[in-house]
């Protein structure tokens, strides 16, 4: 197979990009913008800038054969982009990484450059396509070990089927929202030691970093996505906070899983990342005990050496001027269950695939107390508080905080170091019924 063009690391931009920038050439996610005034349309990240692909468009720098072009970066999402398949978004993707380098800094004309690159702090950022349908899973199993030991401590802490097949659940595509969108604390029911039954607000509002890949084409009722076909239909990856309620869901769990807990709302980042841009950073996924049945078998890499970065601040720490506080660090490669496993698992029932799909892939963990991707796994359940500046401390989160999640990955060796955007979200109080 041919090196693709657009991972050479020796590739720069005649657009500026800003040293250590999450969005080098090699980069290049979309997203979905607006200007005041304007509606929404497709775009691509380059250093501290988006470029607008429907200008390009329109200038017919950027086409494709027959009706695939109409109108589809003059949108207010890609999924109509999404649509065209595997070939359209490499061609796509190449054409772009062409018409930005820098030994192609003449194609475009000043008055035509000065329209389509424009300036990141003079847009808003919108979700990026349709949330078809959403399933998250359970595949760190460091997570799953932690909490197994914490709510069985006398029991093997994974369940007999964990290591046998992707656990997940099917969640609610209408709650999940862009990154900055303010997160209202769910109220719900739950029951406390030695009480009875209550409803309120939730007093254990937790985060999970999750990674989420999003599904381009769709496949038909009654047939199956075997792994090695998965790249034909996985389009990018995306960043994930899959925000949990867990007195909530503690008490509802048994014996479907979760619902009430989970379904109030799931952040994600603005960009969604092309798999092909995270080609550089595959690595070998960890061997897996027992070999899983066939239909789950992978023949290639398809672990990510990704990092994630979780800070928190306080209303009170905002009010004195304080910066966010790194509170874990989590990496992506250590996963036990794939993203080809998922998708084949979640078809081999026959359960078909819409464009939009979103698959996350669970609370991302790793094996030390620093890099636990959720506040029950940082404070083992509230029984070791997180202390913060000031004096303050945290268990769980309370109203005022925000929490962002920064995902990047490579160490400058491979290709320029790749960013995936972030993901913030501010938590109000509770509405009153």
């Not at 998965?230 to 619902?259: C, K, M, T």
């Not at 029950?376 to 303050?392: A, H, Q, V, Y």
């Given at each position: ?16 990009v800003?040293?250590r ?23 691509v ?13 329109d ?26 398949g595997?070939?359209a978004?490499?061609a ?30 003079a ?10 349908d959403?399933v ?34 099917h ?5 999940v ?21 209550a409803?309120g ?33 996985i ?68 672990a ?15 009010g ?83 929490v962002t ?29």
């Amino acid at each position: 197979m041919s090196p693709d063009p657009t991972l050479d690391p020796t590739l720069t931009s005649w657009v500026r990009v800003p040293k250590r920038s999450p969005f080098p050439i090699q980069a290049l996610p979309y997203g979905v913008f607006s200007r005041t005034g304007e509606p929404p349309r497709v775009g691509v990240a380059i250093g501290d800038h988006i470029l607008d692909l429907a200008v390009l468009s329109d200038a017919g720098l950027v086409s494709l054969p027959g009706h695939l072009s109409m109108g589809m970066f003059d949108r207010p999402n890609l999924d109509r982009f999404l649509t065209a398949g595997r070939s359209a978004w490499t061609a796509v993707r190449r054409r772009v990484s062409g018409l930005l380098s820098v030994q192609n800094s003449e194609i475009l004309d000043a008055g035509l450059a000065a329209r389509a690159v424009i300036p990141l702090s003079a847009v808003d950022l919108h979700l990026p396509f349709t949330v078809a349908d959403y399933v998250d899973f359970y595949s760190s199993i460091e997570h799953a070990t932690n909490l197994g030991r914490m709510f069985r401590p006398d029991a093997d802490p994974l369940l007999p089927n964990w290591r046998h097949l992707p656990v997940g659940y099917h969640g609610r595509a209408g709650t999940v929202v862009a990154g900055g969108t303010p997160i209202v604390r769910p109220s719900g029911q739950f029951r406390r030691p030695d009480q009875p039954p209550a409803h309120g607000p939730t007093g254990k509002l937790d985060i999970e970093v999750e990674l989420g890949f999003v599904i381009g084409t769709g496949s038909d009722l009654g047939t199956t996505v075997p792994t090695s076909k998965a790249a034909d239909h996985i389009f990018g990856v995306v960043l994930v906070n899959d925000w949990s309620a867990r007195d909530i869901q503690a008490w509802e769990y048994q014996p479907l899983g979760p619902f009430l807990g989970k379904s109030f709302a799931t952040s994600i980042g603005h960009w969604v990342t092309p798999l092909e841009a995270l080609g550089p950073y595959r690595v070998e996924q960890p061997m897996q005990n027992p070999q899983p049945l066939p239909y789950l078998r992978v023949d290639e890499p398809w672990a990510f050496d990704l990092d994630f970065d979780v800070t928190l601040s306080t209303q009170v720490m905002r009010g004195r001027g304080d910066p966010p506080v790194r509170i874990s660090l989590v990496n992506f490669s250590r996963m036990y269950w794939t993203m080809p496993q998922q998708l084949a698992h979640a078809t081999i029932n026959g359960a078909s695939l819409r464009t939009g799909d979103l698959f996350a892939s669970g609370t991302i963990s790793g094996s030390e107390a620093g890099s636990f991707g959720s506040l029950i796994e940082l404070t083992w359940n509230g029984e070791r508080p997180i202390d913060l500046p000031g004096g303050e401390t945290r268990s769980f989160l309370e109203d005022g905080d925000e929490v962002t999640i920064i995902g990047r990955a490579g160490d400058g060796f491979r290709v320029p170091m790749i960013g995936l955007g972030e993901v913030t979200g501010r938590v109000l109080s509770a509405r009153s019924r």
